[in-house]
């Protein structure tokens, strides 16, 4: 595998490495691994490439140390700072292929060396490669393919978390809910506390559109966990969910605090306070915060949650023609989307429109689509 990848970054034929050495058939074998070369023989060719052969104890400690790091949660970027310091040496030894893999978890990237050379990895590398190929994948099924591969390999509680993460983005909320045993008992096998953190607050957040309580739960699971073993855990994210799930059942007091606690400015977060002043009867301060929405708008469905608020704003907006108009395209967008949380959030708003101007059949439809999404999973049920 050293003497394939190094002859690749270099750029160089077969018959450029093995002149007077070997024959050209026979180095692609000993390159895909098809045979056992003299040592003699080895060692020519990699003096050709530049490259070691010989076990470095020192590299070897630290890139363990990394993917420890790695796995959790900890200070993987300064180990990975460590590395750097010998990256010369360690690209023409034995150990370049953990390094590339190391280098993609910090960069998001994958180096194309690593594909090229996949089918001389070891067992576990392969488990990593495919994780750093879910990781960086921007489309969800892609990404849930990767993460279904990592994890039949590593079998650990990092694999499981990322397999979750996956999951949770392809909308498989039962699933996760199904597995969550499993997680557990990896977690606590490893003794990975900052990924039994993230899975529980995964499992809250599944909850998000139809369970406060199951949801608040989790969130106060993952919470307590996190107090006591200091691990980290996205506050701001927990706070904005618990917000829009009370704001959902129009619990606007109690939504207000956590709202105002979850983190940053981003656009959900500002259409989330936004619609609660205009629901606290609070017009003039939404309108502000609907200004601020509109520099922060990205995607098609960013424009219509903008409009879908400024509608609110409107006193008996659920009789006027425009609002069944928008109220249909809202909803035909959400479904392309596929959120079905976001639907749900909008159901009572939705609902209100349809049957006030007497359309009941897309009323009828929604209750639909929205129990469908439970039966595949795609909502997390609600405890009975």
């Not at 039949?152 to 499981?160: H, T």
């Not at 008992?185 to 607050?201: E, H, K, M, W, Y």
């Not at 499992?203 to 309580?213: D, P």
């Not at 960013?302 to 409009?307: G, T």
Request: aromatic fraction near 8%; glycine fraction near 4%; charged fraction near 25%.
């Amino acid at each position: 595998m050293l003497l394939r990848s190094q002859r690749l970054r270099k750029g160089l034929e077969i018959k450029e490495v093995c002149s007077g050495i070997c024959s050209p058939g026979y180095l692609c074998k000993i390159e895909l691994g098809k045979t056992d070369a003299a040592p003699d023989l080895i060692a020519r060719l990699a003096n050709v490439l530049d490259a070691t052969l010989e076990e470095d104890p020192a590299i070897e400690a630290i890139l363990q140390s990394y993917f420890h790091a790695l796995m959790f949660d900890l200070d993987h970027k300064g180990e990975f700072s460590k590395l750097e310091v010998h990256k010369k040496d360690i690209m023409r030894s034995l150990y370049f292929v953990d390094y590339l893999l190391a280098q993609g978890f910090e960069n998001r990237s994958q180096s194309p060396v690593l594909t090229q050379v996949y089918q001389q990895m070891t067992y576990r590398q392969k488990g990593f490669f495919h994780f750093l190929s879910g990781a960086i994948a921007t489309d969800s099924s892609v990404m849930l393919q990767q993460m279904e591969k990592a994890h039949a390999i590593l079998q650990n509680s990092f694999s499981i978390e990322g397999l979750l993460t996956a999951y949770f983005f392809s909308s498989l909320f039962v699933t996760i809910i199904a597995l969550e045993k499993e997680a557990e008992q990896l977690c606590l096998r490893d003794g990975n506390i900052p990924a039994l953190v993230s899975i529980t607050t995964l499992i809250g957040s599944c909850y998000s559109s139809t369970s406060t309580e199951m949801m608040m739960k989790y969130y106060q699971r993952a919470l307590c966990m996190a107090e006591s073993s200091k691990a980290d855990m996205s506050i701001g994210s927990v706070n904005y969910n618990i917000g829009s799930t009370l704001l959902q059942d129009w619990c606007l007091d109690e939504a207000l605090p956590y709202l105002e606690n979850s983190g940053e400015q981003s656009f959900l977060t500002v259409h989330k306070m936004a619609l609660l002043l205009i629901r606290q009867k609070k017009t003039e301060e939404a309108k502000a915060e609907i200004e601020k929405l509109k520099t922060l708008a990205v995607t098609r469905l960013d424009q219509l949650l903008i409009e879908e608020a400024q509608m609110e704003c409107i006193a008996g907006f659920e009789a006027r023609p425009e609002s069944l108009s928008l109220a249909l395209k809202l909803q035909e967008t959400l479904l392309e989307s596929k959120h079905l949380g976001f639907l749900i959030f909008f159901r009572k708003v939705l609902e209100k429109i349809y049957c006030s101007q007497r359309n009941y059949k897309q009323a009828y439809l929604l209750e639909s689509i929205i129990s469908e999404g439970m039966e595949k999973g795609h909502i997390a049920p609600v405890p009975r």
